[in-house]
């Protein structure tokens, strides 16, 4: 039958169809996507990081501001306590003017302090990303009334906790993730270059209905199905692939050596990390006791500068003890602060649950 005839004939219907599948086996090397993302898990850690510490820079300056406004408060009221005797006769003019220094210097620090903590508010709102304008309210500082049992029972849990954080650096610190991921790149490459030398396999499946490729149509009905398996053998690749093996090898023993360095240097971290957050709590608890004692030692002057059992000198001295004292406790809590903050992060557990843990603190 010519091809006119079939073209002519209506009642002849031919199709064809063939498909093919094609299986090369072969090893991909390594998963870059993961690679990145352990990557830009560090860097998240680092913005974060930053961030928390311009927060707590700030609410220690307010702390500091608040503080500096009740060492006024207290100047002038021993200022007024001063003019009182000095008008009923009972002390010299010189007491007044000792009360008025004071006063003048507290004032003079008030303003210091309103500087700084104006300043701690504009470098933490530059790291949130938020206008200059912006209005931010910071909590107020909590009380230290009964702390100190929280405190003896921080020391008694942070003692312990050396090995579990070690521990959790290993596994969750993202530097370590990818560093991690990138030397098991770099062996999965080494598989993959191996892989390249060994003698591919091709697998093909065909179907054919009513004709075969490069042929016209078929007038019979028809149908042949084909299978095969082609196996390529290299016999020589002047060496190549030895070369790119060593390479990939070279490649993967210096992310070895890449790991092993940052596991070192994050666990070191954590070492010293915990050790700063040991003694930052014990430092809370001597600055707790410092202030009460500060407290008291100032409403005993008070009381018998009132009834004339005492000097101004011993008032103001013990008026300037108690700022002291309340400097040194602001100084702790931003050290305590600090302390847990860098060891949370030298973990790589910093996130929402953390953060949350320390501001309740």
């Not at 003048?104 to 903590?117: F, I, Q, T």
């Not at 100032?298 to 005492?310: D, F, M, T």
Request: hydrophobic share 40%.
């Amino acid at each position: 039958m010519s091809a006119d005839q079939n073209q002519a004939s209506g009642s002849t219907r031919a199709r064809a169809c063939a498909c093919a599948a094609m299986l090369m086996l072969v090893l991909a090397g390594g998963m870059p996507g993961q690679s990145q993302a352990m990557i830009h898990d560090a860097n998240l850690q680092k913005t974060l990081t930053a961030t928390i510490q311009a927060y707590f820079d700030a609410q220690s300056a307010r702390a500091v501001l608040a503080a500096k406004v009740d060492s006024e408060r207290i100047a002038r009221e021993t200022m007024a306590s001063a003019t009182r005797r000095e008008a009923s006769g009972t002390v010299a003019r010189s007491d007044t003017l000792q009360a008025t220094t004071a006063l003048a210097r507290a004032s003079l620090e008030l303003h210091r302090a309103d500087g700084s903590y104006r300043k701690a508010v504009s470098v933490l709102l530059y790291a949130m990303g938020l206008p200059a304008e912006s209005v931010i309210h910071l909590p107020e500082e909590a009380s230290t009334e009964n702390s100190l049992p929280e405190i003896e029972r921080m020391l008694a849990v942070q003692g312990t906790q050396l090995q579990q954080q070690l521990r959790q650096a290993r596994l969750a610190h993202p530097a370590i993730l990818a560093a991690r991921e990138q030397w098991r790149a770099a062996q999965s490459r080494v598989t993959a270059s191996q892989a390249e030398g060994m003698p591919p396999i091709d697998f093909s499946a065909n179907y054919y209905q009513n004709a075969y490729p490069g042929q016209g149509l078929s007038a019979t009905r028809s149908r042949i199905n084909t299978v095969g398996i082609a196996i390529t053998i290299p016999v020589f690749d002047g060496f190549s692939r030895n070369y790119k093996i060593g390479r990939a090898r070279a490649q993967a023993e210096q992310r070895e050596q890449e790991l092993t360095d940052t596991q070192n240097t994050v666990l070191t971290e954590v070492v010293k990390a915990h050790a700063d957050a040991l003694s930052s709590t014990e430092n809370l608890r001597a600055s707790e006791a410092l202030l009460t004692a500060a407290t008291q030692s100032l409403a005993v002057s008070q009381r018998k500068y009132g009834k004339g059992a005492a000097d101004i000198l011993e008032v103001l001295t013990t008026q300037a003890s108690l700022a002291d004292a309340t400097q040194e406790r602001i100084r702790c809590l931003a050290e305590w602060r600090s302390a847990r903050l860098r060891l949370i992060a030298s973990i790589g557990a910093l996130g929402t649950q953390s953060v949350r843990s320390m501001q309740a603190q």
